[in-house]
Structures are given as structure tokens and as C-alpha cells.
Nanobody, 119 residues
């Protein structure tokens, strides 16, 4: 059974930093990519940052330069370092893992971790 588990959310002041962690386990398939998405109430879930197994990264324009995604393939773990957080950072953050040996990959999601940015 595949599990994707996030940690590291919480309350932070505007301008502050948080680091989110996500670990995937329980799959016999290769992890092609892992990423972070976030969702506000009543809004669609949106990509924050994603990293593939070869280290290729992509970011939402709104976070580029402030957030950094990194990963450890051996540990099936990714981190999202979030700096200079603003009010838009108040969201539930979900970790996603794309599994499989070839496209199309299968998506697995964590339960989400809440980040609240106070002004």
C-alpha cells in the first residue's frame, strides 16, 4: 500500500520560513516525480513546486525565488523550503508522488499539512 506522508506545517509570521517534508513508501514502482501543491478553501489545488527523479524542478511563478524543492531518491523524500512567506502562503499543502516505470504515471496524494501565515 502506497503511503505519502507530509510534515512540517504550522503557523509562521509573514516574512518567515517553514520547511515541509514528504516521504513516500510502500510501492514497488519507481517514483518518477514528487511535488507540492496547495489549496485554498473553494479553490482548485495548484502546483507549487515539483522535482523529477533526475533532479529537474519547476515552480509556480508566485513562489519562484522564495521556495526551493529538493529531494533524496534513495529515501523517497522531498522537502520544500519556503522563505519570505506572505499571506498567499496560507493554504493546505499536499504532497504528490507520481509512480510508475513509464507514462502515464499514477498519482498518490498525502493528507495535507496546513500552513498559516500571520500578518
Amino acid at each position: 500500500q502506497v503511503q505519502v506522508v507530509e510534515s512540517g506545517g504550522g503557523l509562521v509570521q509573514a516574512g518567515g520560513s517553514l520547511r515541509l517534508s514528504c516521504a513516500g513508501s510502500g510501492s514497488e514502482f519507481s517514483i518518477y516525480a514528487m511535488g507540492w501543491y496547495r489549496q485554498a478553501p473553494g479553490k482548485q489545488r495548484a502546483l507549487v513546486a515539483r522535482i523529477t527523479s533526475d533532479g529537474t524542478t519547476n515552480y509556480a511563478d508566485s513562489v519562484r525565488g522564495r521556495f526551493t524543492i529538493s529531494g533524496d531518491n534513495a529515501k523517497n523524500t522531498v522537502w520544500l523550503q519556503m522563505n519570505n512567506l506572505d499571506a498567499e502562503g496560507t493554504r493546505v499543502y499536499y504532497c504528490n508522488a507520481e509512480l510508475g516505470w513509464y507514462s502515464p504515471y499514477k498519482d498518490f496524494w498525502g493528507q495535507g499539512t496546513r500552513v498559516t501565515v500571520s500578518s
